[in-house]
């Protein structure tokens, strides 16, 4: 790629800084935790700029600590959507998602989101973009959008109806998931403070918040489990939602092959069970999904916290059923 064109594309690491973007934070450990995961990103991204062949790229990402190496491939994903979108490479996302990063495929198209979040041409028709992706994972581009507009243009200005007037009502509520989760950045993983942000947003979407909440809570950690025992306090009837966020978290790690001590920490309070048996449960309600339904990533969710809260009698010892969701990208591949 020519200089000129990679250095405009480039995004300066000061854009996940917190005193750049505004965040407050009372703890200098959490603030470099969830700073660090930024720049993590931020060298995905850069990387996936810089190296045009796939396996190359994907052994450069590989090369990055195990806890944080899912928000590496999410960054390179976003350059690589980037580059599909503005005409300078070609089913470059596709490729690597069927590819070397099929592992990542969950953080791969949150990644994409956050592409079509900077495309106006890409954003304005999002749900016609993302229908060339896996039918059910293409949801989480929605989610990645959420978080781009929640972490970029602020949590107020996200969760009002400027963002969300072109979406389908399926859609709405995915986005709104990817806005909570933005909320563990923008609000520092401070429990009190996300959920006063949560009431500020509309009704409707509360759950799909706390969704959110419970995902990045699961997979970005940085909070000891007595602070995780009061988000689930918190999020009151929405228990099950913020469950099943962590579950999410939980599969999209066991399929990277990188699993976290806070990841099983979280799905211990939140889930009342370890992560190995949360995605393994993700697994059981995948093979359930109604092909029919409007929302096959919403059918999934619904299915989820329905077997979240009823757990231990209808799914002991984490055990699965086939297919589930990597034989069903393998076959996607095949």
């Given at each position: 790629m020519p200089a000129l064109i990679q250095r405009f594309l480039e995004i300066d690491r000061r854009e996940v800084e917190f005193a750049h973007r505004g965040f407050t934070c009372s703890s200098p450990d959490i603030r470099n935790r969830l700073e660090s995961i930024g720049r993590v990103?931020?060298?995905?991204?850069?990387?996936?700029?810089?190296?045009?062949?796939?396996?190359?790229?994907?052994?450069?990402?590989?090369?990055?600590?195990?806890?944080?190496?899912?928000?590496?491939?999410?960054?390179?994903?976003?350059?690589?959507?980037?580059?599909?979108?503005?005409?300078?490479?070609?089913?470059?996302?596709?490729?690597?998602?069927?590819?070397?990063?099929?592992?990542?495929?969950?953080?791969?198209?949150?990644?994409?989101?956050?592409?079509?979040?900077?495309?106006?041409?890409?954003?304005?028709?999002?749900?016609?973009?993302?229908?060339?992706?896996?039918?059910?994972?293409?949801?989480?581009?929605?989610?990645?959008?959420?978080?781009?507009?929640?972490?970029?243009?602020?949590?107020?200005r996200a969760g009002s109806d400027h963002f969300v007037l072109r979406l389908s009502p399926d859609a709405r509520h995915v986005f709104y998931q990817g806005l909570g989760r933005s909320l563990w950045f923008v609000d520092a993983a401070d429990v009190r403070s996300i959920c006063n942000t949560i009431s500020t947003f509309a009704q409707p979407y509360h759950s799909d918040a706390w969704s959110g909440v419970g995902l990045a809570c699961a997979y970005a950690g940085g909070i000891a489990p007595d602070a995780i025992e009061e988000l689930r306090r918190k999020s009151?009837?929405?228990?099950?939602?913020?469950?099943?966020?962590?579950?999410?978290?939980?599969?999209?790690?066991?399929?990277?092959?990188?699993?976290?001590?806070?990841?099983?920490?979280?799905?211990?309070?939140?889930?009342?069970?370890?992560?190995?048996?949360?995605?393994?449960?993700?697994?059981?309600?995948?093979?359930?999904?109604?092909?029919?339904?409007?929302?096959?990533?919403?059918?999934?969710?619904?299915?989820?916290?329905?077997s979240l809260v009823f757990s231990s009698e209808i799914f002991p010892q984490g055990k699965s059923n086939e297919p589930n969701i990597s034989s069903s990208l393998a076959a996607r591949e095949a």
């Open positions: 990103f931020l060298q995905g991204y850069s990387a996936a700029l810089q190296e045009k062949n796939q396996r190359v790229l994907a052994d450069r990402l590989d090369q990055i600590a195990p806890e944080h190496r899912g928000f590496a491939y999410e960054g390179a994903a976003m350059a690589l959507a980037l580059l599909d979108g503005i005409g300078l490479r070609r089913n470059a996302f596709l490729q690597f998602a069927t590819g070397p990063g099929q592992q990542h495929i969950f953080m791969l198209h949150v990644g994409a989101g956050w592409a079509y979040a900077r495309l106006p041409w890409m954003r304005r028709h999002i749900e016609s973009v993302f229908k060339k992706l896996h039918p059910i994972l293409r949801w989480l581009a929605i989610d990645g959008y959420g978080f781009h507009e929640g972490y970029f243009h602020g949590k107020a009151g009837l929405h228990a099950a939602a913020l469950a099943q966020g962590a579950a999410f978290a939980a599969k999209a790690r066991q399929l990277a092959g990188n699993p976290a001590n806070h990841t099983d920490a979280a799905c211990i309070v939140l889930c009342h069970m370890h992560a190995k048996e949360a995605a393994a449960l993700c697994d059981e309600t995948f093979n359930r999904i109604d092909p029919l339904h409007a929302c096959s990533y919403q059918h999934w969710r619904e299915l989820l916290q329905q």
